[in-house]
């Protein structure tokens, strides 16, 4: 089992950046695929980004990519979402989640979530 917990989230204007993290607990950490989802008031809970358990492989949502990058530290147990040209349509909340698996954007195929973190971006 893991326990995750997110930090970074905050105010931000548009154009601006952020850096996400996400602490794990547990010395299994690096056998998790990690994933970061967001969740905008009564929409669904969307995909972000992707990482496999070695770092080696990241997959991304069409409306971040080429502006989020996600990484890992499996040293310091840590997942990582830098956030760069923020708009205000990024503005959710973000969720870090782990799962025992390959890559994939579902939220159902994740096994454990943290507690999320608010980023709101201003226009």
């Known amino acids: 089992q893991v326990q995750l917990v997110e930090s970074g989230g905050g105010l931000v204007q548009a154009g601006g950046s952020l850096r996400l993290s996400c602490a794990a607990s547990?010395?299994?950490?690096?056998?998790?695929?990690m994933g970061w989802f967001r969740q905008a008031p009564g929409k669904e809970r969307e995909f972000v980004a992707a990482i496999s358990w070695s770092g080696g492989s990241t997959y991304y949502a069409d409306s971040v990519k080429g502006r989020f990058t996600i990484s890992r530290d499996n040293a310091k147990n840590t997942v990582y979402l830098q956030m760069n040209s923020l708009k205000p349509e990024d503005t959710a909340v973000y969720y870090c989640?782990?799962?025992?698996?390959?890559?994939?954007?579902?939220?159902?195929?994740?096994?454990?979530w943290g507690q999320g973190t608010q980023v709101t971006v201003s226009s």
């Open positions: 989640a782990a799962r025992l698996g390959s890559l994939d954007y579902g939220p159902y195929k994740y096994h454990f």
């Open positions: 547990g010395r299994t950490f690096s056998s998790y695929t």
